[in-house]
C-alpha cells in the first residue's frame, strides 16, 4: 500500500482536523470509494493499531517531534471485495491483501509454498484474473480481514483480541480459541485497563455471561473498544447514523464522545443489510448507563442550571 510520510509537518495542517488529512490523501489517490480505507499510526505497535481519527485534530493524535508517518490501509475488510464497484478499491485490497501475508500478518507458515504450487498450475493468466483469483484466495484464509489488539486473559496467559465484520475472535498461539459474533454480544464496555465483552444468555443459563480481559495500558483498551464500535456499525446498520446538531451536545455528554457514521450496507447500491441486527450496548468508564449504539452519544437534554453554568464557564474563559 501507499506509505503516507510527513504529510502533516506543516504547522497550519497540524491544526485541523483528521478528516482533512483523509481528503488529501483520498485525493492523492483519487479514491471514491473512501469508506473502507484509512490512516494507521506507524509509530504505534502492530499489537495495538490506532487510526487517525477524521475528528479530531491532527496535533492531539500525533506524538512530538516531526516528521510524522503515517500508514494508508483498508481499515474494513468486506466478507468478498470482489463485489466491491470500483476496480481501484480491488486494487487496493488486492496490495494490502498481498503486503499483510508477505508479512505474514495472515498467513499460515506453508502458505507461500501453496502459492507457488498453484502459481505453476495457472499460468497464462491476464493481471485481472490472476488478481481476481487472489482474492477468492485469500478471503478465506482464516485470519482474513482480522484486526488484532495484544491483550492477557483473566489468568494472566497471553491472547490476541481479533475484531472483524463478524463480530470478535480471541486467539492464544495463533490458534483461535472462540469467537463471539455480533448477534452474541449484549454489550462492550472498558474501564481503565480493562475491557469487558457480555454475552447474551442462553437458554440454559441464568444469567448473562461477563468476560473480562486486562489491555497494556488504558489508551490500548479504548483503541480495541473503538474498533469495535466502529465494525459493528460498520457492518450491521441499514444507515448510517445522523451527525448531532444540537450545539450543547459537545459540551453535556455522558461518556466518550467518540462516535462513528458510516456503514457498509448503506454503501452498495440497491441493497439490503446482510444481518439481522440486534442492539449492542456501549459503555464507557464515566457512563451511568450502556446506551443502544443506535443511539451512541445522543446529547443528553439540559437543565436550566446546566445552560446558566454553561454560560458562566464561557464569561470566565473568555
Not at 72 to 96: A, C, G, I, M, W
Not at 244 to 266: D, E, V
Request: charged fraction near 25%; charge should be positive; glycine fraction near 4%.
Amino acid at each position: 500500500m501507499e506509505h503516507v510520510e510527513s504529510l502533516c509537518s506543516t504547522k497550519s495542517l497540524k491544526q485541523e482536523q483528521g478528516q482533512v488529512l483523509l481528503d488529501v490523501v483520498f485525493k492523492h489517490l483519487d479514491l471514491t470509494e473512501r469508506d473502507y480505507f484509512g490512516l494507521q499510526l506507524a509509530d504505534d505497535s502492530s499489537d495495538n493499531p490506532r487510526w487517525l481519527d477524521p475528528n479530531k485534530p491532527i496535533r492531539k493524535q500525533l506524538k512530538r517531534g516531526s516528521p510524522y508517518s503515517l500508514n494508508f490501509r483498508v481499515k474494513f475488510f468486506v466478507s468478498d471485495p470482489n463485489k466491491l464497484q470500483e476496480e481501484y478499491t480491488r486494487y487496493q485490497y488486492f496490495l494490502q491483501i498481498k503486503q499483510d501475508i508477505l508479512t505474514g500478518r495472515w498467513a499460515p507458515q506453508d502458505f507461500e509454498k501453496e502459492i507457488a504450487k498453484l502459481h505453476q498450475q495457472h499460468t497464462g493468466l491476464s493481471p485481472a484474473e490472476a488478481e481476481f483469483n487472489y482474492l477468492n484466495t485469500a478471503r478465506t484464509l482464516e485470519l482474513y480481514g482480522v484486526e488484532f489488539h495484544y491483550a492477557r486473559d483473566q489468568s494472566n496467559n497471553e491472547i490476541m483480541i481479533g475484531v472483524m465484520s463478524g463480530g470478535i475472535l480471541i486467539y492464544m498461539n495463533r490458534e483461535r480459541m472462540n469467537s463471539f459474533p455480533w448477534l452474541k454480544i449484549v454489550k462492550i464496555s472498558f474501564k481503565c485497563k480493562q475491557f469487558f465483552i457480555q454475552l447474551r444468555k442462553e437458554l440454559h443459563e441464568s444469567r448473562e455471561t461477563l468476560l473480562g480481559f486486562n489491555m497494556v495500558n488504558y489508551r490500548a483498551c479504548k483503541n480495541l473498544w473503538k474498533a469495535c464500535v466502529e465494525h459493528h456499525t460498520f457492518f450491521r446498520l441499514d444507515r448510517p447514523l445522523p451527525p448531532q446538531k444540537n450545539f450543547f451536545a459537545h459540551y453535556f455528554t455522558l461518556g466518550s464522545k467518540f462516535r462513528y457514521c458510516h456503514c457498509y450496507s448503506y454503501l452498495l447500491p440497491d441493497s439490503k443489510s446482510p444481518w439481522n441486527v440486534a442492539p449492542l450496548s456501549i459503555s464507557t468508564p464515566s457512563s451511568v448507563d450502556a446506551h443502544d449504539i443506535t443511539r451512541l452519544l445522543k446529547p443528553v437534554p439540559l437543565t436550566i442550571f446546566q445552560v446558566i453554568l454553561f454560560f458562566f464557564f464561557q464569561v470566565i474563559i473568555f
